[in-house]
């Protein structure tokens, strides 16, 4: 029997029991501890991120600083992403707050070396896991303390989870020296448990949790210090299928961003399984000669991620370079979502930000079908069907979008823009149902009228620069009052023609039709514009936002 004469079989699933529950109880508390924390720093998470845009070296310190907040090198992976869709950050800034979270998801192993193992867990998680309820049922209805109480709870589910998993790995290593034994000397020992720590990242999708379950067994005796050590590397390698599932479907950005994090990973994973022995033999120096299992493997993880973010650093313009001209859309294939994607779905404030940037690239591109139209060229090379099957994707995602922790300037946001994709799908239809020109004697009737009409549409089809608001809301109404002014003007002198016996009626009335038409398509483009105008000139739109929708 695999387990030998040892232990029964009641014994064996007592193990499991326990090494599953402890594992749940970590996944458990790394989300309520995410998503508490996420909470409770509430404006100062999008600050932080806002920040990381202004340097290289702070990109990489805002990337530790958060993941250590937040205890999800994944959650501020995908804010990284977010804030480069949504055109707040570019591509070189959003690499390094991925380089800076590799480095600040090493605070895991710190808590469960300084903290988890060296006292009585229980003492610790139960009050803490009461105490962090409790708050959270007083205060569930304030955001971000409530999401404070919930943290502390995921505090103690997480170190709960830590005495569950030793119990379990202190009754499971002699099973696993039996199960290693045979590996020693093969030279496959190390790549086997490189191998088991992308297996636990992959299987539990927290590079967080896989670590916390490797020092853990390292600390319990389960694993030696460098059986421990080949798993740690291999959780680094691990957290890639993170990125590699979140690039499934996503935009070029996220899929450039998600491969600058597998590159980062693999380059220091593969670096610290070369050097595992020096790099093990630097982390006991700098843990003072420590026999501290969970300490050493703190350093040492925390060692070859600082490393990674030293080899790494000189080639990124390179790779950057290179990744620019990667992902591409290939040639009539334009029509595609730019700015909003699936990992973006759970960070709201950062998807009506990317959808207010994907409504401008549609109207500009109806804009384009509108000015071609209105000046009897063929016009774009993409059709207007294509432009509205756009809309239709623009409007499955805000379906997707998780709407339940939105504030009120947040709905406004996403109620201005669905009226704003909504007056865009009216001029689509408008453009296709445009009359022909009548002849150029009716025309020659009103001459300047036509021309200045046809400026006014053409001019409510360009998109307005939004700074200042109050500015470009003033000239989309005086385009509006000229507008109505000179079409009033135009059916005046046509209707006089007709009365008098200068131009047939039946002319006549097809010229007041292309007015009209005229008329009506700038009208509905200004309309498309003010609706969207309010959401293109905030930065960010969450609770604190002052920016007010058009009502």
Known sequence: MLWGDKVGMDDVFGILASLLGGIGLFLLGMRLMTDGLTRAAGPALKSGLELATRSRIRGLLVGILITAIVQSSS???????????????????????????????????????????????????????????????IAKNRPRSGGLGEAVAGFGAFFLGVG???????????????????????????????????????????????????LTAGAGG????????????????????????????????????????????????????VLLPLLLALAIFLARGSTDTALVLAVFHTLFNVLGVILIWPLTPTLVKFLSHRFMPRHGEDMVLRHLDATLAEVPELAIKALAMELERMSKLIFAHGKAKLAGDPGPSNSLSDVMWLGDEIRGFVDRLNRGT??????????????????????????????????????????????????????????????????????????????????????????????????????????????????????????????????????????????????
């Open 406 to 551: 939105l504030g009120p300037n947040a709905v406004d946001a996403i109620s201005d823009m669905l009226r704003a994709l909504q007056h865009l799908d009216e001029l689509a239809l408008a453009i296709g149902a445009f009359p022909p020109a009548p002849e150029e004697a009716v025309r020659g009737i009103a001459p300047t009228g036509f021309a200045l009409l046809s400026r006014h549409a053409a001019q409510g089809c360009t998109l307005l620069d939004p700074f200042p608001l109050q500015d470009a809301n003033a000239r989309l109404q005086e385009l509006a009052d000229q507008s109505t002014d000179t079409y009033e003007a135009i059916k005046a002198a046509l209707l006089r023609s007709a009365a008098s016996g200068h131009a047939p009626i039946i002319e006549v009335e097809a010229a007041l039709v292309y007015a009209r038409a005229m008329r009506d398509l700038g009208q509905t483009a200004r309309k498309a514009q003010k609706r969207l105008m309010p959401w293109r000139s905030a930065p960010l739109i969450g609770e604190g936002n002052d920016v007010q929708g058009q009502g």
């Open 75 to 137: 959650a501020v992976t995908v804010a990284a992403i977010g804030f480069a869709n949504a055109g707040l950050m570019n591509l070189v800034q959003s690499v390094w707050v991925i380089f800076g979270t590799n480095v600040g998801t090493t605070m895991t192993g710190w808590l469960v070396a300084l903290v988890g193992v060296r006292i009585d867990v229980g003492a610790l998680a139960l009050p803490l896991v009461g105490l962090g309820m409790v708050g959270w049922l």
């Open 222 to 273: 389960t694993l030696t210090l460098e059986q421990a050590a080949a798993t740690v590397v291999g959780t680094n390698i691990g957290t890639t299928s993170t990125a590699l599932f979140a690039a499934i479907g996503a935009t070029a950005t996220a899929k450039r961003v998600a491969v600058m994090h597998i590159s980062f990973n693999l380059l220091t994973g593969g670096v610290a399984f």
């Open 164 to 214: 569950v998993l030793q119990a379990g790995f202190a009754d499971l290593a002699p099973q696993v020296t039996i199960l290693t034994e045979g590996l020693s000397g093969t030279g496959w020992e190390m790549p086997a448990f490189v191998l088991l720590g992308i297996v636990l990242t992959t299987l539990t999708q927290s590079s967080s949790a896989a670590i916390a379950i490797a």
